[in-house]
T-cell receptor
Framework: LAKTTQPISMDSYEGQEVNITCSHN???????ITWYQQFPSQGPRFIIQ???TKVTNEVASLFIPADRKSSTLSLPRVSLSDTAVYYC?????????????FGAGTRLFVKA | AAGVIQSPRHLIKEKRETATLKCYPI?????VYWYQQGPGQDPQFLIS???????DKGSIPDRFSAQQFSDYHSELNMSSLELGDSALYFC????????????FGPGTRLLVL
């Protein structure tokens, strides 16, 4: 399983764009990159998934460079309610088995 | 839309007792995962099941066991409970071929006294 590295914490203010970068230098050819959001005492919630280039949904965008050794989760115009822990996971959703490893996530604090 | 259901939501046990946590996956999901999350820690993968067969094991203690039943619900059995077992236990479900897109339940908060 590819190891991921993220910043331990980030601070932002309401209305700003937040970019959280995840490093995954040993990502395999068949691996996808998935981001989860977790609020205190709640289960993680799927945000977005991508393989290459750019993926966008109603919540966030995911930017993946050509070498795929890193990825950036972009949250547009954050609000106080976006304060949470964000996890980057790398794995093969089709043949990679069913073992999911959550690394140390990024604790995002959004201030008023 | 139906979500993952876990029961009980809260459980208080004493050391050396046993506990059984239940998980009901989203309908038509064939894969179930169990995670343990201690205070201030990241979720730790315990075990997963696909089509009622154990598929992968993580850091699950030998005192714990789990299974997935014919209706795809899963149970995590915990014996000889220790103080360190106090944690949030999450169950998640997914479709095979979409293992990275897991839907998590609300969790069971276990307190061992």
């Amino acid at each position: 399983l590819a190891k991921t590295t993220q910043p331990i914490s980030m601070d932002s203010y309401e209305g700003q764009e937040v970019n959280i970068t995840c490093s995954h230098n040993n990502i395999a050819t068949n691996d996808y990159i998935t981001w989860y959001q977790q609020f205190p005492s709640q289960g993680p919630r799927f945000i977005i998934q991508g393989y290459k280039t750019k993926v966008t949904n109603e919540v966030a965008s995911l930017f993946i460079p050509a070498d795929r050794k890193s990825s950036t989760l972009s949250l547009p115009r954050v609000s106080l309610s976006d304060t949470a822990v964000y996890y980057c996971l790398v794995g093969d959703p089709y043949t990679g088995g069913f073992k999911t490893i959550f690394g140390a996530g990024t604790r995002l604090f959004v201030k008023a | 839309a139906a979500g993952v259901i876990q029961s009980p939501r809260h459980l208080i046990k004493e050391k050396r007792e046993t506990a059984t946590l239940k998980c009901y996956p989203i309908p038509r999901h064939d894969t179930v995962y169990w995670y343990q999350q201690g205070p201030g820690q990241d979720p730790q993968f315990l075990i997963s099941f696909y089509e009622k067969m154990q598929s992968d094991k993580g850091s699950i203690p030998d005192r714990f066991s789990a299974q997935q039943f014919s209706d795809y619900h899963s149970e995590l059995n915990m014996s000889s409970l220790e103080l360190g077992d106090s944690a949030l236990y999450f169950c998640a479900s997914s479709l095979q071929g979409a293992q990275e897109t897991q839907y998590f339940g609300p969790g069971t908060r276990l307190l061992v006294l």
